[in-house]
């Protein structure tokens, strides 16, 4: 009782959780970026270092991304923060398409694109280490790299447009 006391109610714990683990992956995609080459570069290690944080901390990582808990519903200050992480993902992004002086719609709809396809590889993998078959656990792991070689075709085949 004294934890729900603490933290204002289940909601609050949740909360502090979901928050915690923004700011850890906040921190791991920023080093990740500073520490790569900008450009492409950057953005693979981005992938990379989500990819390697998420199987690290699945629990939280499914807590933050799968909030269905009975009676949780995040605050504002959590919406904002989520919000936040992406929004540093977005401008790293438009750095890279080199327009972040253009419509922020486009690159707006590629920073969500690579966003979806690294997570939904992510929470796949993730499902894999926890309901592998001995077949399915000898498949490799999806080459991020590769997925955000397309968002940017995608993105340049776009903006061509």
């Known amino acids: 009782m004294g934890v729900y ?3 204002s109610g289940k909601s609050g714990l949740i909360d502090a959780i979901v928050d915690s683990g923004f700011d850890a992956l906040d921190a791991h ?3 990740a970026w500073e520490h790569a080459e900008a450009g492409r570069e950057g953005l693979v290690a981005v992938a ?3 990819r390697a944080w998420a199987l690290e901390n699945p629990t939280q990582f ?3 991304f799968a909030p269905g808990i009975a009676g949780y519903d995040p605050s504002d200050a959590t919406r904002e923060r989520m919000w936040d992480v ?3 993902h977005r401008s790293r992004v438009a750095s890279v398409l080199e327009s972040a002086d253009g419509d922020p719609a ?3 709809q590629t920073a969500m694109a690579m ?3 690294v997570h939904g590889h992510v929470a796949i993998e993730l499902l894999r280490v926890s309901y592998a078959t001995p077949e399915i656990a ?3 792991a999806s080459d991020l790299g590769a997925l955000i070689d397309a968002q940017i075709a995608a993105a340049k085949v776009a903006a061509s447009r």
């Open 138 to 140: 000898r498949y490799e």
């Open 48 to 50: 990379e270092a989500y």
């Open 5 to 7: 006391t603490h933290f």
């Open 62 to 64: 499914q807590t933050m």
């Open 29 to 31: 995609a920023a080093q």
């Open 115 to 117: 966003w979806s396809c």
């Open 106 to 108: 486009a690159w707006h």
């Open 86 to 88: 992406f929004y540093a």
